[in-house]
């Protein structure tokens, strides 16, 4: 469909915004034969500021939607995430690892839902919720969606669901009434070099934790092609847990994530010789993030919220297309169980199956201390160099077959730092 059709005026489920989390949500769903309009402020291919790193969930969310063979072919092969302390000493996790541009990785599954039957609707902004006053009184039923075209023109959607898959922008997230937070947890900017002498050098994910980036960390991920693509992000440390507020506001912004960058480049000399040496492919951007599923209600009536929109990013690594595939698959099945039965009991289940991620997400907040507090790299870093059993934790961390407890808690620092 292109900016001429309007989207269709109604389907069983309207899923809004189609990044991972909205594709793998119309795909399930249109596989298993509901009428599904996919729609997305942009056409497809589009670009989406991110690292591209594809790390284990991502691997097995790509494999159960039939797509990670397509991925696997055209991505950059990664064997381990090179952890890099202030210090300069790193260790190497292993794990499935690749990277793939967002532009490349995202077509892919809009095409992947495309071919399970669900109709894209591109270039439609979501602007606000159709609803209707439910019987005996309570919240307003979600009914649909009303968007605007890049024409002006209005157009708008009935469905028996709506899906609100649309990232961690606070506008639409406000504008469908699931906003327990304005704020985002992060902010990070990434940019493309290509330096086809460092391609055969740099294999790794380069992750690096320094004072001089304190708050978040710095990145290297090598793309296809002689394209790395090198970034900063910081972190909100302060994120709470259940209650979806958060307490503090990230401290980042565009223009002292670019001095950020600048300094990476000054502390870990394969950025160096990437900002030095390489050259870049169109400007470094900014996106916000949100993370450890907070910020955010899961639904109301009518309406479930997915990905990033209600925060399904790792706090600490900033790593989030794993779990939003996985949110949009379980978004799909709540309503796959649930479409026929009272909304409370489909939100009741889809609240249910998110919940059982949080001990995921609760350990990657804890771990996101390191990035307020570098030094602790130091000692996580130097620890698993020597020991084999803390680097499988970390490696289990990474492929999500353990949990690592409280490696990175502070009695569990207190811990590695003399035992
Ligand atoms: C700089 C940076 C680096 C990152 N690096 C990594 C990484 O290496 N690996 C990783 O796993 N994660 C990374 N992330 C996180 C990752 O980008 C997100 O977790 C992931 O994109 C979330 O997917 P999503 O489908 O929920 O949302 P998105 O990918 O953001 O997709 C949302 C979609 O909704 C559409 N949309 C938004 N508003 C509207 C509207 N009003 N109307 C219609 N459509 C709308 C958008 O156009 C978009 O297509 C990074 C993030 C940033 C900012």
Redesign the pocket.
Known sequence: MNSSALPPARCDVLV???????AACAQQLATHGLQVVL????EFP?D????????PD?HAALARLGVLDEVLALAQPVPAVRCVAPRGHHVDVAGRLCVLPRRVLDHILVRAAERAGAVLATP???EAVLTEPVAGGGEDRVVGARFTGRDGRRAEVSARWVVL?????A??LKAAGLALRHTPSGI???GYVRHPELAGQLRELHMMWHDRLAGGYGWI?PAPGGLFNI?T?VVSSYETGADGKGRKAVRGNAANLRAMLEAFGEVHEPAGRLLREGEWVGEAKG???RCSLTGARFGRPGLLGA???IG??YSFT?????K?LETGVLAAEALLVGLTRPDAELLAGYSAALEQLRPRFDTYQTASWVNRWPWIANVVVHRARKSPRILRRLEGMLEETQNPGNLFSWRGVTRLMFE
């Open positions: 809004i915004g189609a990044g991972p989390a909205g729609a997305d402020q942009h589009r989406k500021v991110c690292g591209d790193g594809l790390i991502a439609w902004r979501f898959a649309t990232g961690a922008a506008p639409p990070a900017l990434r991920f970034g992000g996106a916000p993030l990905g990033e929109a399904t990013t900033g790593e989030g297309i794993g939003a």
